[in-house]
Structure formats: C-alpha cells, structure tokens
C-alpha cells in the first residue's frame, strides 16, 4: 500500500507541523498580495476609501499546544480568506471591477506594482509565532476596511452578515471544476499534478485544513484510491461532504487487505490484472486527489458539461467519471448512519 501511515490519538495525530505552517505561511501572503491588497488599492484610487479611513484598531488568542496552535492557525486562515471573499464580491459588485482591474494592481504586467511577498525563515516555533502576528495584522486591516466601507456607505453589517453565514453555509463542489479544467487545459493539469494547493489556489479554489495535497492520474496502467485507514481524513473543502462508506470500517479494511475485490463488491468496478491498483492511505497531514480518466466520446464537450460527469465518488475514485456509484452487497447491509 502506498502512503503508509500509523494514526494516533487527536493529540498526535498531526506529525508534520512544519508543513502545515508553510502552507498558512503561502496561502497567508497568497490572498494578501494577490487577492486582498490589489482590491484596496483599486478603491484607493478611486476614492471610495482612502488611507486615513483605514487608521483604526482590534486580539488574538494563544493556542496552549503544537498541534492546537497549528490548528488553530488554520482555522484562522480559513476565517480570513472567507472575509476576503465577503468584502470583495461587495466591492468588486459595486465598482464593476474585472478580473483583469486585480491583475494590473497586483503588478501582474508592471513588475514596479507588484506586490512583494513576505519570505519565512526560522525555527517551527518562530515561524508560528511570526505566522500568528501576521494573521493577527492582516485580519486587522481586513476588519478595518470593513468598518472603512461601512462608514462610506459601500455596505452594511447586517448585509455582511447575511453573506457571512452564506459563506459558512455552503461548501461549494469545486472537484468537477477541477477535473474539467485539468482534462481541457494540459498546461494546469501538469500544474495540478506537480504542485497541487499551489495550482489550485491560482485557480481560486481555497483548500481549507490541507497541509500538502498530492493529485495523482488515473491511467490505463495505474488505478488510484483513497483511504484513511483509521479515522476519515478527507479534503472535503475541495470535494465536499465525505460519502458516508469512506468512513465505514469495512471499507477502511477491505480496501487495504483486497483491494481488487473490494471495489468489486462494493461498485462493481472490475480493475483488469494489467492494470496496477495504488491505495493511498491519507493523513492529517497529507491529502488525497485522484483525477480520473476522461470518459470516452466527450471530446466535444464544454468545461461546464465535462464537470457534470464528475462525482466525488470518482475522485476517491470508487466509480469512473461519469458513471453512477452503486454501493451494494453486504456492505450496504453493514451500513450505519
């Protein structure tokens, strides 16, 4: 089995810290210097706020271990990049502004714009603590601009509110999208296939609680699956909700000691002898994406239709794209709700 890996207790069950950080640390300056700052800087120049709207002030609290801290941390990113999402689908709506607006203040075609990101160096426990001062910053500038847009009459708390709990709300399917990108665009695919977050975040799609995400192809010769041996891990803000027999002991065994007959039994998916069969078993600190082959005879189809065949049963993958998962046999009996 590929991806090995043994579970502990909630209190050890995350090993690697340090990735996890580097990647608040990338996402943090990420949203800040490509998504958040530009968009100020377009209302700066256009007087719907200006500098001295943005001079006020806001805590943070302290985490009492590693891994909650880390934790925490995370939750925090998730936090801020929702918060940009909240301000800029009002900004952006209310100034007509275009994706192309973004790149030119970010400095995508002037390198004497562009927004410089912050490098990270030291210790686990330096850069922690230097992530936490700058989540604590950042956020406050988000906050103040905010109040900055309340004050000039660009929105209001009780409209950013309602957006607040839409955002928390919905957990938007970004997995089709995904896969119809990477079958179309072979440029984002290979970027997909060897960077992971990082070519997803450029397509706009937050990864949420994922220290590293790992994509891996389905081929002819290679037939990929998804498991977490002994909890449920699972990039479920990518794909969503996570199906309820992922979770299922009997799945979390059998497609560990048979693989083969499992995903025979269970949906009637015969993988051919010439054909290896990879299980990779996911972690708290490593996350799973299969992108699956494309279906046969869709070579005419758009973006937006090729997405509709993708199901997150087959980014797992139990079932092929555009098939339809048909649990069955006594693994449907042993199911529990």
């Known amino acids: 089995m590929s991806g090995k890996h043994g579970h502990k207790p909630f209190e050890g069950h995350m090993h690697d810290y340090l990735a996890h950080i580097k990647a608040v640390e990338e996402d943090l300056e990420y949203y800040r210097a490509k998504r958040f700052e530009p968009r100020i800087f377009y209302l700066l120049r256009r007087n719907v706020v200006t500098f001295y709207d943005l001079l006020n002030k806001i805590a943070k609290p302290q985490g009492k271990n590693i891994e909650a801290r880390v934790r925490y941390l995370e939750e925090w990113l998730d936090e ?87 955002l928390h709300e919905e957990r938007p399917w970004a997995g089709g999208v995904i896969v119809a990108k990477a079958w179309t665009d072979p440029e984002f695919k290979q970027a997909l296939l060897t960077t992971g977050r990082e070519a997803l975040r450029e ?44 979770k299922h002991e009997s799945y979390r065994t059998n497609i560990v000691q048979n693989p083969r007959a499992c995903v025979k039994d269970m949906f009637q998916l015969e993988i051919s002898t010439g054909t290896e069969l990879q299980v990779w078993d996911s972690t708290s600190d490593v996350r799973y994406f299969v992108l699956p082959q494309r279906p046969e005879g869709t070579e005419g189809m758009l973006e937006q239709e090729l997405a509709k ?5 087959s980014l797992i993958p139990l079932v092929k794209a555009g098939s339809i998962p048909r649990p069955r046999s006594r693994f449907v009996y042993e199911r529990h709700d």
């Open 80 to 166: 801020y990049v929702k918060g940009i999402a909240l301000v800029s689908a009002r900004t952006v709506e209310g100034m007509d502004m275009v994706t192309e607006d973004n790149r030119k203040e970010r400095g995508d075609y002037d390198e004497f714009f562009k927004i410089k990101k912050k490098e990270h160096h030291g210790t686990l426990a330096e850069r922690m603590v230097s992530v936490e001062q700058d989540l604590n910053d950042y956020q406050e500038l988000l906050e103040v601009f905010v109040q900055a847009l309340i004050r000039r009459g660009w929105a209001t708390r009780e409209d950013l509110a309602q957006r607040w709990k839409q």
């Open 203 to 246: 397509m706009g799609v937050h990864q949420g609680k994922v220290g590293k995400l790992v994509v891996v192809e389905n081929t002819d010769k290679v037939h990929n699956v998804i498991v977490c041996t002994l909890c449920s891990c699972y990039p479920y803000d990518i794909l969503g909700d996570t199906p309820w027999w992922y």
């Open 309 to 313: 065949l993708v199901t997150v049963d």
